[in-house]
């Protein structure tokens, strides 16, 4: 799944578009956006590098069992949508 934290730019290197597991990932104490991407080659000796973000958690030994709880970030005490990763409580 593509999900990013929304409390950071896209620009920025840790709001960039991640593969995880998860929606609410971004708000997962083992959450770590990292570019996995490697350099691809375009012809005649010249190469390009290919972005790749992964969760370096998930990537290197998977999610952790069981899934710690997510840590939501909401605007007030009775705000409804979490400013991380758009999570809609009731």
Same mark, same amino acid.
Request: proline share 8%.
């Given at each position: @799944?593509?999900?990013? *934290? +929304?409390?950071?730019?896209? /620009? #920025? ?5 991640? *593969?995880? /597991? @998860?929606?609410?990932?971004?708000? @997962?104490?083992?959450?770590?956006? =990292?570019? &996995?991407? +490697? =350099?691809?080659?375009? !012809?005649?000796? $010249? %190469?390009?590098?290919?972005?790749? @973000? $992964?969760?370096?958690?998930? =990537?290197?030994? !998977?999610?952790? %069992?069981?899934?710690? #709880?997510? #840590? =939501?970030?909401?605007? /007030?005490?009775?705000?409804?949508? &979490? ?5 809609? +409580?009731?």
């Amino acid at each position: @799944m593509q999900v990013r *934290d +929304r409390t950071k730019k896209k /620009s #920025e290197y840790k709001g960039r578009v991640t *593969d995880t /597991s @998860m929606k609410i990932c971004p708000c @997962m104490p083992c959450f770590n956006p =990292h570019d &996995c991407g +490697r =350099h691809v080659y375009t !012809g005649a000796n $010249q %190469r390009e590098w290919k972005i790749d @973000m $992964q969760c370096a958690t998930r =990537h290197n030994d !998977g999610c952790p %069992r069981p899934k710690p #709880e997510p #840590e =939501h970030i909401y605007v /007030s005490k009775y705000g409804k949508i &979490c400013q991380r990763c758009g999570f809609v +409580r009731a």
